[in-house]
């Protein structure tokens, strides 16, 4: 799998008779792809007319003659039944390491609600209602709307006779990417697979982000309560499924801290995920919970307090010391601020007191030990 997200609920767009166009930033060369499409939180059945991979020069265009049909058990469309996924058989098609693909997919229905991940950093593409099956089209004239949202698309695999594997990003909004730029891709992952290409010794491995924005660890006893499938629950679907994957960097708790979870609550939430990577023969890194800073309470926000910086320290010591990780990498030590350790450095705060700045995510990417990725 050369790259991935994490589909979080059913989206609020209605797509009638209309082609999407989902960009997707592959970190692995390669001779040949597949995707998987998946319809975890739809209404109903998913028919897709016909589907297309290619190579995207510039906002919704692909370089000429590189748009290739796929197919799904060797035919041109395929419906997916609410709560599954599918994969398409084997394109062949060369692609680059750090290529940016277009995804593009007609939708016969009306009114089809997309299951989605909300907020990429990535901007995607669709024709307007009415418009029919563009799916084949090479030029960006036709999809006239853009969305952030990605829409269906799961996953891509590529076929690579010298890839390592794969490393799979498990976290939160700040693996998500929140405060990073739209269409750079300067997320801390973003950075590290730069890093694995560019080194005098590169590391033939995918970086894949399974990041989603206010995830938790666990659902128990959390208020408000969680809004999107926490790690517990969506790590066979996020994690394991995925093909080739040898490293997972666990890096969440934030969110269950916020919503008032005790250290023993994310300890043990964490341990569970931890132990059940381990449990697949694959090696876990865990990252320390970054600083956040003090707010009041506003609407669903329950705050953060000094006793959720308590909790926070608690929790952390916990991975530098005592947690079953294989390894770890200490972004806390990274981000704080030299005069209080308890806040992020001033120019690594996007603004928010929760999120790195673009320079604060570089900083993060930057202070990865590739050796780290070396090993297996």
């Not at 930033?25 to 390669?30: E, Q």
């Not at 609600?113 to 799916?135: I, K, L, M």
Request: with cysteine; aromatic share 6%.
């Amino acid at each position: 799998t050369a790259w991935s997200t994490s589909q979080q609920g059913l989206g609020d767009a209605r797509i009638s008779n209309a082609t999407v166009r989902v960009i997707a930033r592959v970190t692995l060369p390669g001779t040949a792809v597949r995707i998987r499409l998946d319809n975890t939180f739809g209404e109903g059945p998913l028919a897709i007319g016909r589907a297309f991979v290619g190579e995207r020069i510039r906002g919704a265009a692909l370089a000429a003659g590189s748009n290739h049909a796929l197919t799904f058990g060797g035919s041109a469309s395929t419906t997916i039944a609410k709560g599954d996924s599918v994969w398409s058989d084997p394109v062949a098609m060369n692609v680059r390491a750090q290529q940016d693909l277009a995804v593009s997919l007609s939708v016969s229905g009306t009114a089809v609600r997309p299951s989605q991940h909300a907020a990429a950093a990535v901007t995607s593409y669709r024709s307007a209602d009415g418009t029919g099956d563009v799916a084949a089209t090479e030029t960006a004239d036709r999809f006239t709307e853009t969305t952030t949202a990605l829409w269906w698309l799961k996953a891509i695999d590529v076929q690579s006779p010298t890839a390592a594997g794969a490393v799979v990003a498990f976290g939160d909004s700040i693996t998500d990417g929140t405060c990073s730029t739209l269409d750079a891709h300067d997320r801390w992952e973003d950075v590290l697979s730069m890093r694995f290409g560019l080194d005098a010794r590169p590391i033939a491995k995918a970086m894949l982000n399974e990041g989603i924005g206010g995830n938790t660890v666990t659902r128990e006893g959390l208020t408000p309560a969680a809004d999107s499938p926490p790690g517990l629950e969506r790590l066979d679907r996020d994690v394991l499924s995925h093909h080739g994957v040898t490293d997972v960097v666990v890096f969440m708790g934030t969110n269950d801290i916020r919503r008032g979870a005790t250290a023993a609550a994310v300890i043990s939430g964490v341990t569970t995920i931890a132990q059940r990577i381990k449990a697949k023969g694959l090696r876990v890194t865990g990252v320390t919970i970054i600083p956040r800073h003090n707010v009041a309470p506003v609407g669903t926000n329950t705050g953060w307090n000094p006793e959720k910086t308590r909790i926070r320290r608690e929790v952390n010591e916990w991975i530098r010391t005592k947690a079953p990780f294989d390894q770890v990498i200490d972004f806390d030590r990274v981000v704080r601020d030299s005069a209080d350790a308890d806040l992020m450095q001033p120019a690594f705060n996007c603004g928010d007191g929760i999120h790195p700045s673009p320079i604060g995510y570089y900083e993060m990417g930057k202070s990865i030990d590739l050796g780290l990725f070396r090993k297996r």
